[in-house]
């Protein structure tokens, strides 16, 4: 009998502020990093499993500090019995009464759990050889509800919903899988968009980006409205007009700051606004949607658990579902959230702008395709060029489409060389 | 000049799970601990600010570690600048940008902020030789103002109208300063009703509480409705039909689950029906409020923040708003969320059900009734009888009524001894 035998962590940061890669309205300076987990085992199959919170540098190690807080719940685990009951493991962890009071299910100590049970994903899909996506996409839908907690869901989405919505897609799942191996998954790219960039380096950004085959870009705003509004006219010159072009403010604004600034770049044909004001305003961004519409408000990037998405959702206050893989509680409760948009039929386009969210989230866009929402209807990844080749599996992205990675575990492996290079002091 | 030379932490715990004192359904065996916070200047005059985060055990020590992380942002400071520009070192804290990440504005890194601003207010009530009820209360409303962040509550409360609110109470701040030093401020107990309690000792403390004046005591309900009923039964038979009850569920049920249960409760009578559901739910406490009118929900003592708050407050989703003093960034959140309450006419009843927070949460409230809301209807304070021994200015309750503590400070220091004592190895 295998067990878990050690949780060892590390405090990776990469000084991405000495670029301006990852600047925005409301994070001028950001060192993408990770408070990084690894799950040791005594199976002898030199497996590991291999999880992270994405940060952006100070702080990192408090984050750190909340991996190690889990300890006690991971080490002297039977492998086998923690791997085939990975709801009943979630459940352990974000009900641990304790550590729960630090939240609840949110911030720091949620993060922190997250990073965990998908180091736990991470070294079931490299023991049963297969990519994540595909390991999740092959569970039948009575597996896939016993992942979710409904535990406060259960006024918009109960367990036997979510039975339905996997049964209807199941029929499908083969085609859907070829189609992916075959055409990949959309992306859109935010590298032309950050706000430290100067017009110039955003127009030949633009300019690559259209070239590189993407159909959509993001630029950052919410600053200078002037400046706003001087960067669309270049992005849209350059791009042409057939380009979707997003905006992201980072939650610069209060409600009336965003009607009124949305109002001033409506003309450049915004195909959607993201996070206008606090991750927290549910009512606040439905009072923005009511507002800007037909525009997309998009957010979902710092929404601490299902509970915030459920409302958005219920309020209308979202038309795009930006989930972030490792803000919530990891591989779980990003299930719990597809199978709420999907039950709202709000697509999901995972955020990814930081240091390994692209080769994470692209297992859970793709599981949501092969196996739940069925569609690649205005669904699209994220990119951001930077960063990749500190994985084990970086992603394939050709044309403005990610391809599907074939390589067993979750995508979340950092190379060990890296780790060594980055860790902070 | 006198600056900032140290900050020092503690990892606080004490062993309430021995005997069930705080137990409820969702918290079967806490620990009341605390991530505890000095701040040490070279000023020469012996004096201190201590703050700190209230939690039930374990991950105190993650607590701990982001208050650690503060350190660069209060270390070396000037002392007299920095407490006389509250508002703006709050507004450092919430917004470094790359600790906000790990929110924002929730969880640890948030709570740890709150501690940290407090022990600021601590060291300068002492400086300054008053109670922090009483030299908040002494401010102007534009002082007061000052401290507050209102990004994200423009759609609700304006600058203009905390400032109008605080003005209209300004004529009326002597007299209600003496009718408090004279009567004192309501309480109402806790102390009978923790779940892990049998019913002997239930009745027994049921009919102390009303011995001892108050005309308030809370039970927790909500694991196991039959058991529920009968100590409601025993609760209301000893207190008799005058004295208000109301039931806490600590976040235990479901939209549906509450309403079933509530419907249950009725007929004994209920003051109110605390934390229902989840903290992050506005809208599911919002159908639940509509559907056991007119029994009052409570919520607020798990609410992250004031765009929380807020929310709360614009969706008619309470209608007591249970402020935890050391979840929301300290003083100034505080009394961000004290101004949204008087602008919706709501009471606020603080959340005091731990260690340290009966001290810490009293001069919230004495400050709000002389200086904001002005009035103590249906406002009380809750109050738990363990624990207090430990501090260097316990609370002074007599028959049911909080006593305006007269020491310099904000009610946070604890003494040396205690903190040697139960430190956590």
Known sequence: MARIIALQTHDVRFPTSMTLDGSDAMNPDPDYSAAYLRLLTDAGDGLEGHGFVFTIGRGNDVQVAALRALEGHLV????ERTLADLGGMWHELVHDSQLRWLGPEKGIMHMAIGAAVTALWDLRAKREGKPLWRLLASLTPEEIVDLVDFRYLTDALTRDEALEILRAARPGRAEREKQLLARGFPAYTTTPGWLGYDDGKLARLCREAVADG???IKLKVGADLEA???????????CGPDIRIAVDANQRWDVGDAIRWMEALRPFG?????EPTSPDDVLGHAAIARA?????VATGEHAANRVLFKQFLQAGALSVLQLDATRVAGVNENIAILLLAAKFGVPVCPHAGGVGLCEAVQH????DYVAVSGSTDNRMIEYVDHLHEHFVTPVEVHKGRYFPPGAPGAGTEMLAASIAEYTHV
């Open 76 to 79: 002297g685990r039977d492998v």
């Open 214 to 216: 993407f159909t959509q």
């Open 228 to 238: 706003d509004i001087r960067r669309l006219g270049i992005a849209r010159e350059v």
């Open 270 to 274: 915004i195909a959607w606004i993201e």
């Open 292 to 296: 800007v519409a037909p525009i997309p």
């Open 364 to 367: 859970l866009s793709m599981f």
